[in-house]
């Protein structure tokens, strides 16, 4: 399957817009990171200004060759400007007609249904815009230890379709897989 850039695009959820990355985004990005359960979670190496310039810049670089496309997902009013959480789709990621997609919230933000509505956007544009590209199903993955992820992605709309065995580093213990299927492929 060839991958093609997408040219980034910003995408409304509820309060919140969905944006890509930016540069100027590093320093608070780092900040982010320094909450445990964003380590524990997040499986990206982000512990200082420079390594969050590298995962910024390398979300940038998803979108310049279509295989992932990370938004930040921000507050649209309010007095907190910092990003409030991340979803991304990772295409080639899986089997043609398929796509990956993962989320994380940042602590300042969690328990308010930001990753609900920013990974649904994400999904509904995600089955609109590459339909014709075949899309017709997206995975979520996530460590069975890590209840809050399947209770958002039971509200997103992915269902619990399996487990999977442990595959350290990325996961070390048993993983499960969430679907959601396309409107049209239900």
């Not at 093609?4 to 817009?17: E, S």
């Not at 007609?97 to 930001?114: C, I, K, M, P, Q």
Request: a neutral charge; glycine letters at 10%.
């Amino acid at each position: 399957m060839r991958i093609d850039p997408i040219t980034p695009v910003q995408l409304t959820a509820g309060p919140f817009t969905l944006r890509p990355w930016a540069p100027e985004d590093a320093d608070v990005l780092a900040e982010l990171y320094g909450d445990e359960a964003m380590r524990r979670w997040a499986g990206d190496p982000v512990h200082d200004a420079a390594s969050a310039a590298r995962w910024v810049a390398e979300q940038r670089r998803g979108w310049e060759t279509g295989t992932r496309l990370a938004f930040a997902v921000q507050e649209t009013r309010g007095p907190d400007a910092r990003p409030a959480g991340n979803v991304v789709l990772k295409r080639g990621a899986t089997a043609a007609g398929s796509a990956e997609v993962g989320y994380w919230t940042a602590a300042h933000a969690r328990g308010r249904g930001v990753a609900p509505r920013a990974l649904t956007a994400l999904a509904d544009w995600a089955f609109g815009t590459f339909a014709q590209e075949g899309l017709t199903r997206l995975e979520l993955l996530h460590q069975v230890d890590n209840t809050a992820s399947c209770r958002v992605a039971e509200k997103s709309g992915f269902a619990l379709s399996g487990l999977l065995p442990a595959a350290p580093p990325a996961f070390p213990l048993d993983g499960h897989l969430h679907l959601r299927q396309a409107p049209s492929a239900s």
